[in-house]
């Protein structure tokens, strides 16, 4: 079997993803735990044990960059566990490039959020007490559902890597 199918497997699980954060703006553990041992099998069944050791790898990458993020609140603990889940799937490199990659479509889509919410105001105030040092105690926050920044970078990177399934 190719190699390249692997790639189906991200894209399942951030579209599952998306659905339950977009709906809910939450990533049940459940699905998560629903979700891992068929990501097990699947990589398993493709890639074979080095195919499981490589994703343990990214997982525990995912681990490294995710847990600093958690614990100053940029992304939430389902967030984390969708990160850890995916890194499963890929290579280290793979995992890397489509962690960063998602940061400039979670900043334009939080642009396009708080445009649509009519609370830019609040997003430049924000930034001028980040940039004067003020005291943070004040400031609005504004989320997105990270897992759709997360699988427009997946849909980024197998355009940019140029895999194809047919």
Known sequence: MSSQWIYILPGIILFIACIDDFLTKKIHNK?????????????????????????????????????????????GGGDLKLLVLIALTLSWNDFLWISIGSLPWALILGLIKITLDKKLKDFYNNLFSLFLNKSHQNLQLHTIPYSIALFFSWISFLTLKRISFF
């Open 31 to 75: 699905l998560i735990l629903f979700l891992l041992p068929p990501t097990l099998l699947t990589v398993f069944f493709i890639q074979g044990l080095e195919g499981l050791k490589t994703g343990f790898l990214s997982a525990l990458l995912a681990l490294v960059i995710a847990v600093p993020l958690t614990l100053i609140r940029a992304i």
